[in-house]
């Protein structure tokens, strides 16, 4: 099986910018979740999603938005971007069955200048 | 409120045995999850404990007590390699609550 796959792996950007980035789960996996990890904060939750749906968010602001398709695939954006918001933005997903594993993904380094 | 505490660094040598120590207070709790994470990597699984006690996998052990609220992971005759950060995290059905992470360093 194919692991988590995201895109792209690197990024920069402007201040006021938006970006946004893919991540692809591994099949068969629908529940999929974002996270920004930082050298001061560590890993944060953003956000999970399921069948499509937000099942939970964490506390970021509401220029972070998400979405997931029908095939599991998901979308992470994020609008106005600040010098911040560098960071390395990691997806995992998960399979259905209780306990299951979290995967990460290799994720998506952004540098905001 | 939702605490997860590690030791932020420690240090070892090769060939020797480290423990790293878990700690957490939070709303919710269905596991337990080790991940380690090389530099500018992600973080790649080692082990997740549901039920109190060890479980042991290679070099690497991982133990639980819910009641203490308390977990270690248990890395024997360490080699260079793993040099990197261990990541604790509770899992809270819809998101893991990480810890800062303990980075341990190898010497020879």
Known sequence: KAGVTQTPRYLIKTRGQQVTLSCSPISGHRSVSWYQQTPGQGLQFLFEYFSETQRNKGNFPGRFSGRQFSNSRSEMNVSTLELGDSALYLCASRGVAAQETQYFGPGTRLLVL | ?108
Not at chain 2, 10 to 19: C, F, N, P, R, Y
Not at chain 2, 51 to 73: C, H, I, T, V
């Open chain 2, 1 to 108: 409120g939702q605490n997860i505490d590690q030791p932020t660094e420690m240090t070892a040598t090769e060939g020797a045995i480290v423990q790293i120590n878990c700690t957490y207070q939070t709303s919710g709790f269905n596991g337990l999850f080790w991940y380690q994470q090389h530099a500018g990597e992600a973080p790649t699984f080692l082990s997740y404990n549901v039920l109190d006690g060890l479980e042991e996998k290679g070099r690497f052990s991982s133990f639980l007590s819910r009641s203490k609220g308390y977990s270690y992971l248990l890395l024997k005759e360490l080699q260079m390699k793993d040099s990197a950060s261990y990541l604790c995290a509770v899992d809270n059905t819809d998101k893991l609550i990480f810890g800062t992470g303990t980075r341990l360093q190898v010497f020879p």
